[in-house]
């Protein structure tokens, strides 16, 4: 049986568990960890010291608009609408938080309602779910991709869109998780479809980072079977490859990436350990609280001890249990997995998933009883085990794990959420913040204090909010009343408010609004110095970090009589620029040569302008290898991408140094 993302290759478990408790090591609180660089525990990030939800986002109706015009994921026969005879549906959503539903093929609800069903491509979904998430707690959602040359692509890279436009209206975090599943040309697509396509969503102020680097992960190596078929050597070149990007790289690994065997392939430990973060697949390998336990003494532990000991991050998989099977317990099995995962000092928990309706794994808003679920479909409802349990019961279950996660509240082996909340439900949102002030800045932040707001339950957090041009665009959120606003641009005015919100999703009113400008950036700085990098190709080794590296004898080469050529650079935030100094090699080996340059720039990372048109600079050994090219007066950009059309020394693009100056 193949290991797919949908089915885990279940192996036996190592020895029993008997429920009783085991030793419980002290958990890592996140504001205890030490600040973050590679080869060390990192520091509370997007990641570290968070919740991260599975999205898939990959259901789609027909008549929705979407390019894939299907059932996508709903029923067996996508061209046909899912009925008793097309199913794959293992759990029915609760669809009150919908304002567009789709007709399928099963007969009406247990109270009588029509049996429908929402398209994740409508954007009031995503929002509604995104919503949902800072209701509940859910800090970053990790964005599933899969092969995106496939017929899906075109669908995928719209939900993308969604899912970005939803994370910044919500103020939460989201990421790219490639899923490698069955890819066939995946060592060289994956990497042209991050440089032309995913990169630029890291020009979001929602788009997750960690230890300062935009994460992304890539779900299947080392699992042995047919559908993941590369050898360590094809992985290890992709993990380097994004890292060589800037990023941070989160590795989805069998669960048995450790200890050998199951379902992971052998000789891959070199791959697991070129990860930035490693998270275990759990999904059909376990199924009740003593498996749990049982992957606690006999797998957890040691593969945290491991982690600790390689300077990598470790974010184990908690799962609800599939509903159809009747693992869940109203809850115990999920918290109990919460309370391993925090004793054993876990740096962050990835949820599987949160609109896995399919292969029910949700837990998004699901039928509570029989009068939400399509009659005669044998799906099963939240109840099933004969406790009530509320739609939203799972995203609550999740919020409490989180706190506990973050030292908010205390490790504790019984879960603290009733199934049904009792009382009606909070309509009350917090007061507003008060006392507003600006306690620091620098070129690229801006810190912030203020008073804790109030409400009837309790204040869930806080998000700073930027103003501008009758708009407000979230920045970041917090638990804090305090918080330094990084990633800004130097010698900007900033309008800045914050918002308090409770678990009900209550928003307060704004606070008063500061004013901040940032200071002015150092003509001498290379605001380009160690940035992200991106390119439309390289060849070999000679791959575009080199050009930010500080090295003068690295460089990046494209591919060879393939013009035109470009690399691109992230400064960070949009800010001043007025000069750029390109290099090749200083040794005299490099003889003099003409490259025909352009410049374009960018604020998003999507649409850019021309800077500087095409013209030939010419590097002379003679004269340190080095040109200068001005940009216009005023020019204020964060995305420099030039652009190679030709070369007299070599037929490619040729830079050994890229540095960028605002005077």
């Known amino acids: ?110 109270s009588g309602g029509p049996a429908t069903l929402f398209s994740s491509y409508d954007q009031q979904t995503v929002d509604a779910h995104f919503l949902s998430m800072r209701q509940n707690g859910c800090d970053t959602a990790a964005l599933q991709r899969f092969n995106p040359n496939s017929s899906e692509g075109p669908t995928r890279d719209a939900m993308a869109v969604k899912v970005r436009n939803s994370a910044e209206t919500h103020g939460r975090k989201f990421y790219v998780m490639y899923d490698v599943s069955g890819w066939t040309n995946m060592r060289s697509e994956i990497k042209a479809d991050w440089t032309s396509k995913m990169s630029a969503h890291t020009g979001s102020p929602a788009y997750a980072r960690q230890n300062g680097k935009p994460v992304v992960c890539i779900w299947g190596f080392g699992f042995n079977d047919s559908n993941h078929p590369w050898d360590a050597a094809v992985c290890l070149d992709v993990v380097n490859w994004f890292k060589a990007q800037g990023c941070y790289v989160i590795g989805g690994v069998p669960r048995e990436w450790r200890t050998g065997g199951g379902g992971s392939r052998p000789g891959y430990l070199s791959v697991y350990h070129a990860f930035h973060m490693i998270s275990p697949w759990m999904v059909g390998a376990i199924s009740n609280s003593a498996d749990s ?30 509903l159809s099977l009747r693992q869940r317990v109203h809850g115990d099995f999920m918290w109990r997995q919460f309370y391993n995962m925090v004793r054993l000092g876990a740096q962050g928990i990835y949820i599987s998933m949160f609109d896995e309706y399919n292969e029910g794994n949700q837990i998004a808003k699901t039928a509570e009883t029989a009068a939400g679920v399509p009659t005669g479909s044998g799906l099963l409802a939240l109840d099933e085990d004969g406790t009530a349990c509320s739609a939203d019961y799972y995203l609550r279950l999740t919020a409490d794990g989180g706190r506990m996660l973050k030292g908010q509240l205390a490790l504790t082996a019984t879960r603290p959420t009733a199934p049904v909340v009792s009382g009606p439900p909070d309509g009350q949102a917090p007061t507003a913040p008060a006392g507003l002030a600006v306690t620091g800045h620098t070129t690229t932040s801006v810190s912030l204090s ?30 804090a009343t305090a918080f330094t606003v990084t990633g800004l641009a130097p010698a900007t005015v900033y309008s800045l408010c914050v918002t308090a919100h409770d678990a009900a999703g209550n928003v307060s009113p704004a606070s008063g609004t500061v004013t901040a400008t940032t200071d002015h950036q150092s003509s001498t700085v290379d605001l380009a110095r160690q940035r992200p990098t991106t390119e439309s190709s390289h060849t070999q080794g000679y791959a575009c970090a080199n050009a930010v590296d500080d090295d003068p004898n690295s460089y990046w080469e494209s591919a060879n009589n393939a013009f035109p050529q470009w690399l691109q650079v992230d400064l960070g935030a949009a800010q001043p620029a007025r000069r750029i100094v390109l290099a090749v090699p200083p040794p005299s080996a490099w003889s003099t040569r003409t490259q025909t340059v352009s410049v374009a720039g960018s604020t998003d990372g999507s649409t850019f302008t021309t800077l500087i048109g095409a013209g030939g600079y010419t590097f002379d050994p003679s004269t340190g290898n080095s040109v200068t090219l001005s940009l216009p007066a005023g020019t204020t950009t964060r995305h420099l991408r030039l652009t190679f059309t030709a070369n007299t020394g070599w037929p490619a693009g040729q830079i050994s140094a890229l540095k960028v100056y605002s005077a």
């Open 1 to 110: 049986m193949a290991v797919t993302r949908r089915t885990f290759l279940a192996t036996a478990l190592v020895g029993s568990a008997t429920g009783a408790l085991l030793g419980v090591p002290a958990p890592r609180l996140a504001a205890a960890v030490a600040v973050a660089v590679d080869g060390a525990a990192s520091a509370p990030g997007d990641v570290v010291g968070k919740i991260t939800v599975g999205y898939q986002g990959w259901f789609a109706c027909a008549g929705d608009g979407a390019p894939i015009n299907a059932w996508w994921h709903w029923s067996q026969n996508w061209s046909q609408a899912p009925s008793p005879g097309n199913n794959v549906i293992k759990a029915w959503p609760d669809m009150r938080d919908y304002t567009q539903a789709y007709q399928t093929g099963y007969g009406r609800l247990g």
């Open 293 to 322: 336990d049982s992957v606690h003494q006999n797998i957890g532990l040691g593969d945290q001890a491991d982690c600790d000991a390689n300077g990598i991050d470790y974010q184990p998989c908690v799962l609800p249990g599939d």
């Open 450 to 479: 203020w008073t804790p707001s109030a409400d009837n339950v309790q204040v869930a957090g806080y998000t700073i909010n930027s103003l501008a041009g009758g708009a407000s665009t979230p920045l970041a959120t917090t638990t």
